[in-house]
Antibody, heavy 119, light 110 residues
Framework: EVQLVESGGGLVQPGGSLRLSCAASGFSFSSYDMHWVRQAAGKNLEWVSVIDPRGDTFYRDSVKGRFAISRESATNSLFLQMTGLRSEDTAVYYC?????????????WGQGTTVTVSS | QSALTQPRSVSGSPGQSVTISCTGTSSDVGAYNYVSWYQQHSGKVPKLMIYDVSKRPSGVPDRFSGSKSGYTASLTISGLQAEDEADYYCSSHAGLTPVIFGGGTKLTVL
């Protein structure tokens, strides 16, 4: 079964840090672009970051310098290290996967993990 | 990195066809044939319905089709069914920004 399972969300104070993890199974993890996409309550989807099979990384402007995406092929895991968290980072964070040939069409999604930034 | 523009809501009766538009710029929708569409039922995880403007992943009904003209991409749902009621999001590649999403469209089946 193709599956992505996120973990690591929680409540954190502004300026704090959090590390999200995503465990992949049922597909060739090393061949996929892996993304983090977030969605604040009642709001639209917002792309956050991607890491391709070569390890090249890209970020949306608002998280550059604060978030770091990484992947570990040995354990089929994706990570998002978040620092300097702000209230506007509060959202459900989805781990997603897309084949390079589908040009970022994300056909695998996790159930999401909730990040709340509040004092 | 402005979001792509979608109508806030559209509606249609069962059996009818509806079209949802997604307008971008010369840097995203107009520059690449890399538009995707996602369906998100209330409280659920998004599902890929269309990629590369008009390609359907395995398992997506052929009632769903995609197209593009200039800076505007469109998702058409024909033979509307009650279970199609959901939020729909477009996304596009935008060069140095790999992915930008639209603001989402709420489809109501009357």
């Amino acid at each position: 079964e193709v599956q992505l399972v996120e973990s690591g969300g929680g409540l954190v104070q502004p300026g704090g840090s959090l590390r999200l993890s995503c465990a992949a199974s049922g597909f060739s993890f090393s061949s996929y672009d892996m993304h983090w996409v977030r969605q604040a309550a009642g709001k639209n989807l917002e792309w956050v970051s991607v890491i391709d099979p070569r390890g090249d990384t890209f970020y949306r402007d608002s998280v550059k310098g604060r978030f770091a995406i990484s992947r570990e092929s040995a354990t089929n895991s994706l990570f998002l290290q978040m620092t300097g968290l702000r209230s506007e980072d509060t959202a459900v964070y989805y781990c997603t996967a897309s084949l390079p040939a589908s040009h970022y069409g994300m056909d695998v999604w996790g159930q999401g993990t909730t990040v709340t930034v509040s004092s | 990195q402005s979001a792509l523009t979608q109508p806030r809501s559209v509606s249609g009766s069962p059996g009818q066809s509806v079209t949802i538009s997604c307008t971008g710029t010369s840097s995203d929708v107009g520059a690449y044939n890399y538009v995707s569409w996602y369906q998100q039922h209330s409280g659920k995880v998004p599902k890929l319905m269309i990629y590369d403007v008009s390609k359907r992943p395995s398992g997506v009904p052929d009632r769903f089709s995609g197209s593009k003209s200039g800076y505007t991409a469109s998702l058409t749902i024909s033979g509307l069914q009650a279970e199609d009621e959901a939020d729909y999001y477009c996304s596009s590649h935008a060069g140095l920004t790999p992915v930008i999403f639209g603001g989402g469209t709420k489809l109501t089946v009357l």
